[in-house]
């Protein structure tokens, strides 16, 4: 913001996405779905965390729209559903397109995440058990995407239809 206020013709536009998931992403969602799929996922002190997240398909059709207005000056804009889902939403809207069992476990997060400290060394960090992704499932990712909505931006797709057209797009094998 600094480098574009100094000089007038300078224009700048900051794109910030919530957590992308998509095919071939091999990050967050990847992980919590080969999780629930191998009944390995509990909720980590609670079920009520937010995290903000984008399709990767809504992301680029979002930034082409927000590309297409732009002419000049200083824009910033998070990208994520709006409401942000909760970690509970985003397991239960898995579940349900691929036809796993919901979790239900929620385990006390203190707990967890000592019992990670302990087993991370062990190798366990491997499988997903470590203090730091415990301490990512427990803490929210609120970033608001209303100004996308209130600049009459257009997705094209809700968490569940994202969640469906990636398993499609997966051949329905799964969400990788």
Known sequence: KEWASRDSKRNLLIIRPGVVFGQGENG????????????????PGRKDTIKAC???????????????SFNSGIRLYNITYE??????????NICQVTGLKSPKLQINGRLLKVAASILSPLGFNKIGVHPDRVDKLMVSTNISGKKILDHHYVFNYTLRSALEDWYEDCERAGLF
């Open 83 to 92: 409401p942000a889902p909760t970690i509970e939403e985003i397991v239960e």
């Open 54 to 68: 984008i399709y990767v398909k809504d992301l680029v059709q979002l930034c082409l729209q927000i590309l297409d």
């Open 28 to 43: 967050n969602f990847s992980r919590l779905y080969q999780a629930v799929s191998k009944g390995r996922f509990f909720y």
